[in-house]
């Protein structure tokens, strides 16, 4: 990685020892003083962790601070990994996770690989056998990058106490940069204890996306305003590269129908007359253009194949570009620029469209799927209809509330019923659809949002991945509202082995277990609800409480998400 906003490298730096003077404009000290300093910089102000002597110093640096960090430790390092990512995502600065060596670095993999199929923005910081002792057996030796590097933007080892602070600027300048992704470095114990002098760490600004190809941006907008049903589609790298306003104005002035995913979700406020997701299968059937900006064209969006429809695709970096579908035109680069300079293409052709007739046909699609929905969402099923969970949940949110979804069939069932009213307030694992993560997400999502509900919806199955990690929030003093869907089964794995074979196998697991129960045990509080009459009640007490709160709602086995696709 090297580019113009490459800082100097440590062997331009003079080679001082503890006797010789600082030069003005440096500091001196240990590696992980220099490290948290770096991080500092890059507006970084909680060390996610699990404790680790091989990354002592980092703990110190981050105690002695002039401006000390807070230091989030937990019970699994994934869930300090994952701790990270989300707040990547949420405050899109890049969120830092520290782990120690070996296994340390090893649990965390699966959060690395969920923000580099998420584009979310994290370093994570590993620790690392001494290199005075490399290669002669000392604790949990293991060259760690190898293993990393196929599921980030970059993965290296920092040698020596003079590598530790560029190395990181480095790191969290590329975290930072489109396409957003996790970073890792490790640093040699015996070198992170040693000193070193570095140049004093300053504030660094966020960096912007390259200008996007004026003439690409203009075909885009002719194409758009020559079609006669066009859908847009905004997904999680519209927030995450700060161009959700410019995508509301695209929206509302151009006055096109607009479906959202991922972190896009919120950026066209549920209820808006523009925002047709319950309108979705006809919306992508019957489009003749279909504008995709900020995702990728994956399982999620029909691998880019829309019925006959011409396919745009705007990405906020080349790389992010589809290589696999029939595009008729594309662009990379800063996404405000490209959402606002076509509009500006659009309102200045001479063809300027009028699509009200086909917004209101399908705003009578929404308004129909909303009246279907209410069925569902007031259900007085026993067992319980998951959708019936939501048809409580759902008017207790805030406009502010951030919701967390970590789970299979249930956290579908979120999907289509919860419509965020602003952007930057839904979490979910994306597109590596990894599980476990939620714990982690709702640790980050109160610390970055400390005024607003912070919701976390689980399934039985997922809440199996880290649900001890409830003690952190009780030990951190962090309230969390956490919502269960309890049906007893892996339901996304149980209904589609049943389709294929006649029988299902591994798909069940203990009938009504009482995970309020584990809450309970570790501090925080909750109860078991089986009359779907009582969910909204138990709601209220658990927004009520100023402690990790579980509603662990029992749901029918039965009662699967109609899903057309299975990921494939």
Not at 8 to 31: I, N
Not at 383 to 401: F, T
Not at 548 to 567: C, E, H, K, Q
Request: aromatic share 6%; proline share 7%.
């Amino acid at each position: 990685m090297t580019d113009a906003t490459t800082p100097e490298t440590a062997e331009t730096w003079p080679d001082l020892t503890a006797d010789t003077p600082v030069p003005e404009g440096h500091v001196r000290g240990h590696a992980g003083e220099l490290a948290v300093a770096v991080a500092q910089a890059h507006g970084v102000e909680t060390m996610f962790t699990l404790s680790g002597a091989h990354v002592f110093p980092l703990y110190d640096g981050a105690v002695k601070a002039e401006q000390p960090m807070r230091l989030l430790d937990v019970r699994h390092e994934q869930t300090a990994a994952f701790a990270a990512e989300a707040t990547g995502k949420l405050t899109r600065v890049p969120g830092l996770a520290v782990l120690t060596a070996g296994p340390g670095v090893t649990n965390g993999v699966s959060a690395i690989a969920q923000a580099q199929f998420a584009g979310s923005p994290m370093v994570v910081v590993g620790g690392r056998a001494p290199q005075n002792r490399w290669g002669s057996g000392s604790l949990q030796e293991l060259d760690q990058p190898p293993i990393v590097a196929s599921v980030s933007k970059d993965a290296r080892t920092l040698m020596t106490a003079a590598d530790v602070a560029p190395g990181l600027d480095q790191a969290f300048r590329a975290a930072g940069s489109s396409h957003r992704g996790p970073v890792f470095v490790d640093v040699p114990m015996d070198e992170l204890f040693a000193q070193a002098t570095a140049p004093e760490a300053s504030a660094v600004e966020v960096p912007r996306g390259a200008e996007p190809d004026p003439e690409a941006v203009a075909r885009i907008a002719e194409l758009l305003a020559e079609a006669s049903r066009p859908v847009l589609v905004l997904g999680t790298d519209v927030w995450a590269d700060r161009a959700e306003e410019a995508a509301l104005r695209l929206v509302e002035s151009a006055g096109v129908p607009t479906l959202t995913n991922g972190m896009g979700r919120g950026v066209v406020p549920g209820g808006h007359p523009l925002l047709v997701t319950k309108a979705r299968s006809q919306a992508l059937k019957e489009a003749d253009l279909v504008v995709v900006v900020g995702t990728p064209l994956d399982f999620r969006l029909s691998y880019g194949v829309f019925g006959d429809a011409q396919v745009v695709h705007v990405a906020d970096s080349p790389g992010q570009l589809s290589a696999h579908a029939s595009l008729a035109a594309s662009v990379a680069g800063d996404l405000t620029s490209v959402l606002d300079g076509v509009l500006a293409g659009v309102e200045r052709s001479p063809r300027r469209p009028d699509w009200s007739a086909w917004v209101a046909t399908l705003q009578d699609t929404v308004r129909a799927g909303v009246e279907r929905d209410r069925l569902l969402l007031t259900a007085e099923a026993d067992p319980i209809h998951p959708a019936r969970i939501y048809g409580e949940l759902v008017p207790r949110l805030a406009e502010d509330a951030v919701v967390i979804g970590d789970g299979g069939d249930f956290v579908s069932f979120a999907g289509k019923f919860v419509e965020p009213k602003r952007p930057g307030g839904w979490l979910d694992p994306g597109p590596y659809g990894c599980l476990g993560a939620g714990l982690g997400a709702a640790i980050a999502a109160r610390i970055a949002r400390p005024s607003s509900q912070v919701v976390l919806l689980l399934g039985d199955g997922a809440a199996g991945f880290s649900l001890m990690d409830v003690d952190t929030l009780v030990r951190h003093r962090l309230p969390v509202v956490m919502v269960m869907g309890n049906n007893s089964a892996w339901g996304l794995e149980k209904g589609p082995m049943q389709m294929l074979y006649g029988y299902d196998v591994a798909a069940d697991l203990a009938p009504r277990t009482a995970y309020d129960q584990v809450v309970t045990a570790l501090g925080g509080a909750g109860e078991t609800v089986t009359d779907p009459r009582q969910v909204g009640p138990a709601l209220d007490r658990a927004f009520a409480a100023d402690v990790p709160y579980l509603v662990n709602v029992i749901t029918d086995v039965d009662a699967a998400y109609p899903r057309s696709t299975f990921g494939i």
